[in-house]
């Protein structure tokens, strides 16, 4: 059994491009069926895909958790350009 506590002291690692992205800030549940639903990153420049997020966050499906090891969990996340933010203060 894993703990919740334990797995937001591991590291998470983009297995798309080898990167760390941080450890879990949150965890998004879906209590009726009593599953994790994606983790939740702090954000890193807007660099790395993410999904119904604010900005300061990275949040990565259930989908793209490939693996949760002893000491990382390792996940598949592609970049995405976003826009600078003086593009979305101008709209």
């Known amino acids: 059994m894993v703990k919740i506590s334990d797995l937001r002291l591991r590291d998470v690692i983009n297995t798309y491009d080898g990167k760390r992205m941080g450890t879990i800030k949150d965890i998004d549940f879906d209590l009726e069926q009593g599953r994790i639903k994606s983790l939740i990153l702090p954000g890193s420049n807007g660099s790395f895909f993410s999904l119904f997020a604010r900005s300061d966050e990275v949040v990565v499906p259930w989908e ?27 709209k």
């Open 64 to 90: 793209n958790i490939m693996k949760i090891g002893v000491d990382v969990i390792l996940v598949s996340v592609g970049p995405v350009i976003q826009p600078n933010k003086t593009e979305k203060m101008e």
